[in-house]
């Protein structure tokens, strides 16, 4: 999973000039939508439901802010049953009932008035990293 697009629509309020202000994600008004390219000849998209995240959000200096969100596993839809079972499978994660994937950001670069790419290191539990990866945040 290269790239994760979290398509939250952040209601970001007035914030301390002096400190990063919490923000948790509602899952309701939210969503964690990923894709990857098969070899070169197709992108496919998924989503993840039931995650929990936060954003430390420094509107002073945003590059200075944070995104940290978990995500059961098991809650992967991608519209393909087989495909799913493959991505559990040892052949990939592995997955057991429970696991959870972590993301952490790592830098996050203003691109726009209500953009930012936040890049980021994205862990399965169980195993070492699986990935780094580049994600979208839109307000909207």
């Known amino acids: 999973m290269k790239t994760l697009m979290f398509a939250a629509a952040l209601a970001l309020g007035a914030t301390s000039a002096f400190a990063a202000e919490k ?3 509602d899952s309701s ?3 964690v939508v990923f894709n990857y390219d098969h070899i070169g000849y197709s992108t496919t998209f998924g989503m993840f439901s039931g995650f929990e995240g936060e954003i430390m959000f420094d509107e002073a200096a945003p590059a200075n802010s944070s995104v940290s969100v978990s995500m059961p596993l098991m809650s992967m839809f991608t519209g393909w049953e087989q495909r799913e079972a493959h991505f559990m499978s ?4 592995g997955a057991a009932e429970g696991d959870l994937v972590t993301f952490t950001s ?3 670069e ?3 008035d209500n953009t930012a790419l936040i890049t980021g290191d994205l862990n399965h539990e169980r195993r070492d990293q699986i990935g780094c990866s580049r994600c979208k ?3 909207g």
């Open 106 to 108: 790592t830098s996050i």
């Open 29 to 31: 008004h939210s969503q």
């Open 137 to 139: 945040a839109e307000q």
């Open 90 to 93: 040892p052949d990939f994660f």
């Open 110 to 112: 203003v691109t726009g």
């Open 23 to 25: 923000y948790v994600l």
